[in-house]
């Protein structure tokens, strides 16, 4: 049985459980829910950008040691935040993640780059989400039909949204053109200015 710390709300700085005591709560709110004392695999879901990886250690060590949480492991962590978070375990003697959970699939090979020899290196088992691209790979899309507004996540980020945070649909269009009256910038060692368009690297010739 797993669950994850409650996720960040990427507004407000100080509303960050990734610290030592902050995911405490949110385990707590999933024990009582699933009517148990303690999860198999805890998850970190998504680091915020801000806790140390000595805290966020830290606080797992102590869900561990008190026997709420058999193990832990990290989803949607840098590489080099996966790699610090476990070397500062072997370091100091405390339970290091187990696990590396992270975005997976035929169309997605990005964690190829740095994750899958990290979490090899470090003995960390991955466990991929996604593994269909959200119903790209099992032919839910197609070029000819767009995806209903309830699609599920690709539908969502193809479809224009009443937030205030949307992207207008015609962003194409709003970006400022161009004008004639184009700024200018001195030549190196002269004080005449030179159109940017007509400047060109020494001992090169325009390009055509």
Same mark, same amino acid.
Request: aromatic share 6%.
């Given at each position: 049985?797993?669950?994850?710390?409650? /996720?960040?709300?990427?507004?407000?700085?100080?509303?960050?459980?990734?610290?030592?005591? #902050?995911?405490?709560?949110?385990?707590? #709110? @999933?024990?009582?829910?699933?009517?148990?004392?303690?999860?198999?695999?805890?998850?970190?879901?998504?680091?915020?950008?801000?806790?140390? /990886?000595?805290?966020?250690?830290?606080?797992?060590?102590? !869900?561990?040691?008190?026997?709420?949480?058999?193990?832990? #492991?990290?989803?949607?962590?840098?590489?080099?935040?996966?790699?610090?978070?476990?070397?500062? /375990?072997? /370091?100091?003697?405390?339970?290091?993640?187990?696990?590396?959970?992270?975005?997976?699939? !035929?169309?997605?090979?990005?964690?190829?780059?740095?994750?899958?020899?990290?979490?090899?290196? !470090?003995? !960390?088992?991955?466990?991929?989400?996604?593994?269909?691209?959200?119903?790209?790979?099992?032919?839910?899309?197609?070029?000819?039909?767009?995806?209903?507004?309830?699609?599920?996540?690709?539908?969502?980020?193809?479809?224009?949204? @009443?937030?205030?945070?949307?992207?207008?649909?015609?962003?194409?269009?709003?970006?400022?053109?161009?004008?004639?009256?184009?700024?200018?910038?001195?030549?190196?060692?002269?004080?005449?200015?030179?159109?940017?368009?007509?400047?060109?690297?020494?001992? @090169?010739?325009?390009?055509?």
């Amino acid at each position: 049985m797993c669950t994850s710390c409650a /996720a960040w709300d990427g507004r407000d700085c100080s509303r960050s459980r990734r610290g030592r005591g #902050g995911c405490r709560p949110s385990l707590e #709110g @999933s024990l009582r829910r699933l009517g148990t004392d303690h999860v198999d695999l805890y998850w970190l879901h998504v680091w915020d950008d801000i806790t140390p /990886a000595e805290e966020v250690l830290q606080g797992m060590a102590d !869900l561990v040691r008190v026997g709420k949480v058999r193990y832990h #492991g990290l989803c949607n962590t840098p590489a080099w935040f996966t790699v610090q978070v476990a070397t500062l /375990a072997h /370091a100091h003697g405390l339970p290091a993640p187990v696990a590396l959970q992270m975005e997976y699939s !035929l169309v997605s090979r990005d964690i190829e780059r740095e994750h899958v020899r990290a979490a090899r290196e !470090l003995g !960390l088992g991955i466990v991929p989400w996604s593994p269909l691209a959200v119903g790209f790979l099992n032919g839910k899309y197609n070029r000819d039909q767009s995806p209903a507004a309830d699609a599920g996540r690709l539908a969502q980020a193809s479809t224009p949204s @009443s937030s205030a945070h949307a992207r207008p649909t015609s962003w194409r269009r709003t970006w400022p053109r161009p004008t004639t009256a184009s700024p200018t910038m001195p030549r190196a060692g002269s004080t005449r200015s030179v159109h940017p368009s007509s400047a060109t690297p020494t001992g @090169s010739s325009p390009v055509r």
